[in-house]
């Protein structure tokens, strides 16, 4: 009976944690797939890639250095990611119409909220910011972001602006 009861709960357990997951793996499935297929724009095939390359840091990151966490914590984690990567494009998209200083603000406000919100606090800066290093990225982003945290900057910001 305790065997029983005990391979439910394990059960349950696994079934829970699928369950938990599929705000992560539903981002980074569809990013691979876009990052992976010829027939989408170059500029939108990086730009899921540096998603699917993110959130596969994040949650390696996670397994190393914070095991007890939750799937809802790397969920919400990977939707802010998310949120964060398409109000850059509609921001970068609403004003491309601008002078390029205005432009190039817009694009340091979102690189400066990733840089300046690091989840792990991880000093091997050539993963970090392989991204950020890279000068012709349109994401040129942070690997360690709190995605929280920089999504909620940059709208305080954004708000401040309006």
Request: charged letters at 25%; a neutral charge; aromatic letters at 8%.
């Given at each position: 009976?305790?065997?029983?009861?005990?391979?439910?709960?394990?059960?349950?357990?696994?079934?829970?944690?699928?369950?938990?997951?599929?705000?992560?793996?539903?981002?980074?499935?569809?990013?691979?797939?876009?990052?992976?297929?010829?027939?989408?724009?170059?500029?939108?095939?990086?730009?899921?890639?540096?998603?699917?390359?993110?959130?596969?840091?994040?949650?390696?990151k996670m397994k190393e250095q914070m095991p007890d966490s939750s799937a809802?914590?790397?969920?919400?984690?990977?939707?802010?990611?998310?949120?964060f990567i398409s109000t850059y494009m509609k921001t970068l998209l609403a004003h491309r119409s601008d002078?390029?200083?205005?432009?190039?603000?817009?694009?340091?406000?979102?690189?400066?909220?990733?840089?300046?919100?690091?989840?792990?606090?991880?000093?091997?800066?050539?993963?970090?910011?392989?991204?950020?290093?890279?000068?012709?990225?349109?994401?040129?982003?942070?690997?360690?972001?709190?995605?929280?945290?920089?999504?909620?900057?940059?709208?305080?910001?954004?708000?401040?602006?309006?």
């Amino acid at each position: 009976m305790k065997r029983l009861i005990l391979s439910l709960v394990v059960a349950a357990t696994a079934t829970l944690s699928t369950h938990a997951q599929q705000v992560f793996l539903e981002i980074r499935d569809k990013a691979q797939a876009t990052a992976a297929d010829t027939h989408t724009a170059a500029m939108v095939r990086d730009i899921n890639q540096f998603k699917v390359d993110a959130l596969n840091y994040m949650a390696m990151k996670m397994k190393e250095q914070m095991p007890d966490s939750s799937a809802a914590f790397l969920d919400r984690q990977a939707y802010a990611m998310h949120s964060f990567i398409s109000t850059y494009m509609k921001t970068l998209l609403a004003h491309r119409s601008d002078p390029q200083k205005i432009q190039v603000e817009y694009m340091k406000l979102f690189i400066d909220a990733s840089i300046s919100n690091p989840l792990f606090n991880d000093n091997d800066h050539d993963v970090v910011l392989a991204y950020y290093t890279t000068a012709d990225c349109l994401t040129r982003f942070s690997l360690d972001t709190d995605w929280q945290r920089a999504l909620l900057a940059v709208t305080t910001e954004m708000k401040k602006r309006r």
